[in-house]
């Protein structure tokens, strides 16, 4: 059974800081890996999608990398700003035949000015 | 990407009455997947639902209690029967979509208060 964990649970960093965001999943057959954002009491938004054969994807000062065979994700900000202070999600998806995503429980950041 | 929207944003019910929440896709979706949020939780599927056959739900979640409809290819609704405290959560809807239809977007969820 899939599990999908991610570490830390919170964190707390002044303004302007980089930082990396871990998530792990326990079985390494996985078509892609999504990461979204979630502002408190809302839905998700969509950040970035990594494919299994692909290794990394960027928008804007957000980065996302994949280590299939290892079971690793990395989410790096880039220059942190207040803003950004939201829970961040990791989650997989098993296979091409549209099943559903399976999710970590999350890294809550909080950026200060 | 889709747009997704919900109905009702929010709510507060009283212990054993039922509420339907309606999922709108501003595209025809083969697929829709309902989860729930408990507080300070992670997502967890309760269902698939595709359209023209019955939704399937995932372990810990019956039909009696979370009963679907897709009537088409752009709307669902879930209802939480008999609710109790312990069904408080955010309920969202969620399609595939975007490039080659990898891309999971999600509703803005609907926010649920069992007193």
């Known amino acids: 059974k899939q599990e999908v964990t991610q570490i830390p649970a919170a964190l707390s960093v002044p303004e302007g800081e980089n930082l990396v965001l871990n998530c792990s999943f326990t079985d390494s057959a996985i078509y892609n890996l999504q990461w979204f954002r979630q502002d408190p009491g809302k839905g998700l938004t969509s950040l970035l999608l990594i494919q299994s054969s692909q290794r990394e994807q960027t928008s804007g000062r957000l980065n996302a990398s994949l280590d299939k065979s290892s079971g690793r994700s990395t989410l790096y900000i880039a220059a942190s700003q207040p803003g950004d202070s939201a829970t961040y999600l990791c989650?997989?998806?098993?296979?091409?035949?549209?099943?559903?995503?399976?999710f970590g429980k999350g890294t809550t950041l909080s950026v200060s000015s | 990407s889709a747009v997704i929207s919900q109905k009702p944003s929010r709510d507060i019910c009283q212990r054993g009455t039922s509420l339907t929440i309606q999922c709108q896709v501003d595209s025809q979706v083969t697929m829709m997947f309902w989860y729930r949020q408990q507080p300070g939780q992670s997502l967890t599927l309760i269902a698939t639902a595709n359209q023209g056959s019955e939704a399937t739900y995932e372990s810990g979640f019956v039909i009696d209690k979370f009963p679907i409809s897709r009537p088409n290819l752009t709307f669902s609704t879930l209802t939480v029967s008999n609710m109790s405290p312990e069904d408080s959560s955010i309920y969202l809807c969620?399609?595939?979509?975007?490039?080659?239809?990898?891309?999971?977007?999600f509703g803005p969820g609907t926010r649920l208060t069992v007193l």
């Open positions: 989650a997989v998806r098993r296979n091409q035949a549209g099943t559903a995503l399976i």
């Open positions: 969620s399609v595939y979509s975007g490039r080659a239809g990898n891309e999971q977007f």
